[in-house]
């Protein structure tokens, strides 16, 4: 196989019908994988299979165990093993923690953490010797950002869920990726706009307001150009990796650089954190 290339590497793209997911099953496709797009929502998934010009959609929510199951079964039917498992899923609600409720926060950690172990055990006897699974993650468990308390929270929880898995299971290559601002996605379709504002002045006061964002394609070409480069490696690992953008924070560089000015930064519905495929 051509390690610069994607061909004929069984992949299986969990969050495929939005961002960052959707565009790297795309982009698989279009390289020459044999690809499982799942997401919840069917006519995204079928929308993307048809401008990639193939793959096979799988509708699924991973906070049903049957759904992590049936998943698991229908990669082994379709691709036989999985070389390659993405899971790009997240949700995030915008709320100050002391207007975070319980079921906010079983919500996030039922999505963000328990879907995650679903799908990585269900599909555990259909991983390829070698076999990759890469979990997107985000900047903001290292930058906390005012009204994504519980995000954050279970992204870190995330990133311990994946070390625990790699400790156990030393053959499989575990990879999580922090991904910074990203736009446009879906991930702040349901953020309120008058909290939203209140807290993209506290990012900015704060230093986690950059010019510009990534945008989703070009974000899934630089992890398909490591995924296609590290998957005929199988003694090569990566544990970690951090994607962002390498813009200046808004209204600090400005002047000095002769860049525009903090108007000319994108508008505040794209004010997103991270990948924003809102669970599939």
């Known amino acids: 196989m051509d ?62 165990p049957q759904d992590c199951d049936r998943l698991a079964a229908q990669a082994g039917e379709r691709l036989g093993e999985i070389d390659v498992l993405v899971c790009c899923i997240g949700i995030a609600p915008l709320r100050m923690l002391a207007d975070t409720t319980g079921e906010d926060w079983v919500r996030v950690l039922e999505t963000n953490v328990v879907g995650v172990h679903r799908l990585l055990r269900a599909c555990l006897p259909v991983l390829a010797p070698g076999g990759m699974v890469m979990v997107l993650s985000s900047e903001s468990i290292g930058q906390p950002r005012t009204g994504l308390g519980a995000y954050a929270t279970s992204k870190a929880a995330l990133e311990r869920l994946v070390e625990g898995w790699r400790t156990e299971r030393p053959g499989v290559r575990f990879t999580t990726v922090r991904v910074g601002a990203t736009f446009p996605t879906d991930f702040g379709n349901d953020f309120e706009p008058r909290l939203l504002e209140r807290v993209l002045d506290d990012w900015s006061a704060r ?74």
Not at 6 to 14: E, I, P, T
Not at 42 to 55: K, S
Not at 212 to 229: K, R, S, T
Request: hydrophobic share 45%; aromatic share 2%.
């Open 3 to 64: 390690n610069r290339s994607l061909k004929d590497r069984r992949v299986l793209v969990a969050g495929a019908s939005a961002g960052i997911g959707r565009a790297l099953a795309v982009h698989a496709v279009r390289d020459g994988a044999r690809v499982l797009l799942a997401a919840r929502r069917r006519d995204r998934l079928e929308q993307a299979c048809r401008e990639a010009g193939g793959g096979d959609p799988v509708v699924a929510d991973l906070c049903r």
């Open 207 to 280: 230093g986690l307001a950059q010019r510009d964002f990534m945008a989703p394609g070009e974000v899934a070409e630089v992890l398909a150009g490591v995924i296609a480069a590290s998957a005929g490696h199988p003694g090569i690992g990566l544990d970690h990796l951090t994607l962002r953008s390498p813009s200046p924070v808004v209204g600090t560089f400005d002047d000095a650089l002769g860049l525009p000015s903090a108007d000319s930064a994108p508008p505040a519905d794209a004010a997103t954190p991270e990948q924003g495929a809102v669970h599939g």
